[in-house]
Nanobody
C-alpha cells in the first residue's frame, strides 16, 4: 500500500526557511512518473506549489514561489523535499505531497496525481 508522509512544517518568521519532507512507502520513486507539492490555506482552494518528473526532466514551479522554493529528492531514502526560503505570511498553509504513477500532461494539475499525504502545517508570522 502506498503511503506518503509529510514532515518538517512549523512556525517560522517571515524571511525564514523551512524544508519539508515527504517519505514514500509501498513503491520506489523510480516507479512514479512525478512528485508534487500543493498547499491549501484556510478558506481557499488547494493550489499547486511545485512538481518534478525526474525521469522526464520536467520541473514546474508556481509563479508565487518561483525563485524561493526547490523540489528535490533522495532516492536512497525514498524521500522528496521542498526547500522553502524567504518565506512570506501568504505562504501559510497546509502543504501536501502527491505522487503520480503514470505520465502527467499538466504537472500543476491536482487531478493528475494518484496518491496524497496527510499534510503538514506551515505558519509564517509577520
Amino acid at each position: 500500500q502506498v503511503q506518503l508522509v509529510e514532515s518538517g512544517g512549523g512556525l517560522v518568521q517571515a524571511g525564514g526557511s523551512l524544508r519539508l519532507s515527504c517519505a514514500a512507502s509501498g513503491r520506489t520513486f523510480s516507479s512514479y512518473y512525478a512528485m508534487g507539492w500543493f498547499r491549501q490555506a484556510p478558506g481557499k482552494e488547494r493550489e499547486f506549489v511545485a512538481a518534478k518528473s525526474w525521469s522526464a526532466g520536467r520541473t514546474y514551479y508556481a509563479d508565487s514561489v518561483k525563485g524561493r522554493v526547490t523540489i528535490s529528492r533522495d532516492g536512497a531514502k525514498n524521500t522528496v523535499y521542498l526547500q522553502m526560503n524567504s518565506l512570506k505570511p501568504e505562504d501559510t498553509a497546509v502543504y501536501y505531497c502527491a505522487a503520480a504513477r503514470e505520465f502527467v500532461t499538466y504537472l500543476p494539475g491536482a487531478y493528475e496525481y494518484d496518491y496524497w499525504g496527510q499534510g503538514t502545517q506551515v505558519t509564517v508570522s509577520s
